[in-house]
């Protein structure tokens, strides 16, 4: 196993890691940060988030540059990003940070090109993320930052950055997924 897929691998451990943190009932205290209070375990979690966010541009990163990349790695990679994603989502939902609904949009349009993905793949086609999907990528992982840390700094502020990026997040997730299918389109439609 090459690094790159190592590095994926870390990222999927992570993800109970982080759940543990933000699902336990541990009691590290909080911070009083502008209006809003910050649970330490929040900030520990988003932390780990923030971490495990980075080894999806690092593994990237060094498959590209020493020319590492694999099927494992074309397999394993798209799946930690979903699973992290909505884990960090699912829990936002569960502790009141996050609308329901946008989540729900956020994760079936994950699910929907995941299984628009494998048709393509059946068929011998192999469909790479766009610009488009790259921007939505980084728009959900600053909205799940944002919304873990309660919104610091802007919390002083008094501005929902966190709840605007949300919303951009959302919209970006939608906009893609339907460009996705637009521009693939064809590949279901020749699909034996």
């Known amino acids: 196993m090459n690094l790159p ?6 990222r ?11 699902t336990l009932p541990f009691d590290w205290g909080e911070w009083s940060i502008g209006a809003t209070n910050l649970p330490i375990t929040h900030f520990v979690a988003g932390l780990i988030f923030i971490i495990a966010s980075i080894t999806d541009w690092l593994d990237g990163y060094i498959a590209r540059k020493y020319n590492l990349i694999t099927n494992m790695g074309k397999f ?3 799946l930690a990003d979903k699973l992290l994603v909505s884990a960090a989502f699912i829990l936002l939902v569960e502790l009141d940070l996050a609308a329901a609904w946008i989540v729900i949009a956020i994760i079936s349009r994950e699910f929907a090109v995941t299984g628009f993905r494998l048709v393509a793949a059946g068929e011998g086609v ?8 790259k921007l939505k990528t980084v728009s959900q992982i600053a909205a799940i930052i944002f919304l873990m840390f309660h919104n610091f700094p802007f919390s002083y502020l008094d501005l929902p950055v966190d709840t605007v990026i949300l919303y ?6 939608v906009w893609s997924g339907v460009d996705y299918f637009i521009k693939n389109w064809h590949v ?3 699909s034996k």
């Open 168 to 173: 951009i997040a959302l919209i970006l997730t």
């Open 12 to 22: 999927i451990f992570l993800i109970p890691i982080f759940i543990i943190v933000l």
């Open 76 to 78: 394993l990679d798209p």
């Open 126 to 133: 192999v469909l790479a993320a766009s610009n488009m999907g």
């Open 5 to 10: 897929n190592k590095i994926t691998l870390s």
């Open 188 to 190: 279901l439609r020749d």
